[in-house]
């Protein structure tokens, strides 16, 4: 307790003895007083050098709408101008030279982007140009999935670095009357944009032999610039991807695929982010589209699978280059609401609608049943089917077919195995070359690209369809090797192993490995398939092993390829920014089921048709699958 002393008399003024402070605040007073200083000084330099032009430079992993937000209360057409335009690409061919052909709109933070289809398919490769902090950059890119019927293309850029990206818009902005934003880059890399109004909603327009469904029309598209750009509304959200055309009379007139189309073809490989519901349209406007619900959800779905599930009329068709040419609109169909009943906030297996799971499913199962049939052929089935029916790219179907195989030809070997069929000092032997061919062979696969290894693939089916009818019209040809040993085969093996006037340079037993172990993984790194169809006939015909002896062993080797493949698809895959492994994963584990019920289902059909007809069966689908990849494509 203090206490306050006091004088001897009464006059004595009092004495205050209480301690203010028993320790040293002047040196910690000052220090605060200095730190306070230099956060107001660096304050004011922020605001004196801060930059509008650089306003995206911390927006990695954010949304144009959500970078709009987070900087102003609320977004303005000044801001928009400025926000936009760092998820606005610029799109073209390889080459110092090689300028900007077309737009796009980065739609995911880790570089996804959407195009014209028109304006890449023709390029050998595709270089995209994009806007940072520290100027335009070009990174390479593929494609991941195409949609002829609606003019588009999925590409990925070929990088692990995040993006600010585009939320998709509620289907409301598509509504006559709403105020939208169009923008493009030009030849030079600079940004273009113009202001308009969404005009008309579902419309249809017959180019090249074709008719692209369910389009917007605005005001705002009307330079070449904006082909493949983004149609964009005052949130900073994606209404559509704008497709700039030609009409009979020379003028340029603005289309736009609209989000919720876009949604519908693309949601198996990513997910979207979604925006808020729009406002109501002005007063007097019209309004083409009606949307049941109201918007969020249900409303995506309004109008996703009318969108997308009405047959298009007449081939591909030939979109030239940038602005397409004589493109005539269509009379509107009948009735301007569209309603989808059947998926409005429906079913999803995996994240997937339920229309695109179960056709993923019906494609695995006449895989399977072909290769269980023929032992052979499953994999050029699923490999040409995921690029002729879905549209996706050698990128995305790789990893998935190599999973999908090691599943089914991990269960075919342990069967095998269990029935004593499988010769594994033989397999010992192949298994490197098989790993060391396929590894070799993706990077070759992704070397020449998707066209090369679609013709590829084509001109392999047909090899295979008439081999088929070739042993249906000389079946004793199809004799074991076993039984009838040619003097060809024996010197064929002999060079292999050293035995020729010729020696081999390479160890006795090495050059033979390599021959029945390395074609099977070069065949399935490059085309994605199992490469079954390849190392069954080497092992009967050039290792004279017996029929289902050589099953079995390429069903070890297969299953060994197949994991190296997975392995090296998805490193490669993920550290060049390529792939993200959720997407072929769930593909896969969409697949798998079907292909190994088909395996069973065709394994049964062995035992109850005749050979003639499962190899004519074979031999039709085969030629089937030829003539789509050669000629129809």
Known sequence: MTTIETGETMGDTPRNTIIFCSRQWKLPAAALAVLVALTFAWGFYLLATYDEHEVFSSADDLSVTDFLLRNVAMPDVQRLYHTVPPAVVGIGGAGVNAGTVASGAIIGANGYVITTLHSVQSLPAIQVQVATAVGLRQFPAQLVKTIPAHDLALLKLQTTEKFLYFKLADPQWATPGQQVFAFGRNASGTSVVRQGVVRTANVALDVGGMRITHLLRSDAVTGWEMNGGPLVNVNGELVGIDLVVSGPTGAIDGFTVPAQVVLSHFQDVLGFAQGAIAPVAPSGAATGVTVAGGGGAAGWWAQARSAVGNPVDGGAGALGLNVVQTAVPAPSPAGSAIFDRDHAGGLRIAGYALADALGLMMLALPAGITGGMMTMGGGVLQVAGMMMFFGYGMYLIRPVAFLTNVAVYGAASLRN?????????????????????????????NAVGDEAVAVLLGLFALAMALKALHEIAYPEAEADPLDKPTDDIEALMGEAEGRAAKPSVLPEGLARSAVLGLPMGLISGILGISGGVVEVPLQRYIGR????????????????????????SFVHGTQTGLIHWQAPVTLALLMIPGAYVGGLIGARMMGVLPIPVLKGIYAATMLAVAAKMLFAR
């Open 545 to 568: 092993i017996g029929l289902q002896h050589a099953i079995a062993n390429s069903s070890v080797l297969v299953f060994w390829a197949s994991v190296a493949g997975s392995v090296v």
């Open 417 to 445: 195995d269990r029935a004593g069929l499988v010769q594994w000092d033989k397999v010992k032997a192949l298994a490197p070359w098989a790993v060391a061919g396929v590894v070799l062979g993706y990077f070759i696969g």
